[in-house]
């Protein structure tokens, strides 16, 4: 009798091992196909805001375009106009403006 009931709970546990596989698989997919290019577009950014130095023209998420002129711990100081001057936090900023 024991040996049958081990024999069941044997196959109970690769039931659920089949059961779960699908999803083991799906989550692998969903992590190469959408977060593992996230995780590399997200450190490039914040490489590349770590890199701006002044008089590099910037782009913010707000679709400013400007000048920076002053780097600060966490914000640049662009100017956007001929004299208009705007703080940003680095956070904002999406790029640089193309060549």
Do not use: C, H
Request: charged share 20%; no cysteine.
């Amino acid at each position: 009798m024991n040996i049958n009931l081990l024999l069941f709970q044997d196959a109970g546990s690769s039931s659920i091992i089949w059961t779960l596989l699908p999803f083991v698989f799906i989550f692998g997919i969903f992590y190469f196909l959408v977060i593992l290019p996230q995780k590399k577009q997200k450190q490039q950014l914040q490489d590349m805001i770590a890199s701006l130095k002044i008089n590099d023209e910037v782009v913010t998420n707000g679709g400013v375009i400007g000048v920076i002129k002053e780097v600060r711990e966490t914000s640049f100081v662009i100017q956007s106009a001929e004299k208009s001057f705007i703080e940003i936090g680095k956070a904002a900023v999406v790029g640089k403006k193309a060549e």
